[in-house]
């Protein structure tokens, strides 16, 4: 997956997805994507994990995105002024 990040203070970042790659987010972030990305919301790891969630501060559901068919795009928009940052979980 490569992304770019785009504007200052309503930032947009832009996903670029290999072809049966995956991406999971929390629900209500995404503003648009290409017509071959396929959604499905779950729990993703049951009903104890979507508890761990809740009561952490997190959505029960997650989103499940995949690129089918070949390449695909998909955006998230900041809802309120600020900035997204890159980092790397190593």
Not at 57 to 74: D, L, P, V
């Amino acid at each position: 997956m490569r992304y770019e990040i785009k504007g200052d203070t309503l930032p947009v970042v832009i996903c670029y997805l290999e072809g049966g790659e995956k991406m999971i987010t929390e629900g209500g972030g995404m503003s648009w994507m290409s017509p071959n990305m396929k959604m499905e919301t779950t729990t993703n790891g049951g009903i104890g994990k979507a508890f761990g969630r809740m009561f952490s501060g997190e959505h029960i559901f997650q989103n499940i995105y995949t690129a089918q068919g070949g390449k695909g795009m998909i955006a998230f928009a900041s809802c309120f002024p600020g900035s997204i940052k890159a980092f790397e979980i190593g």
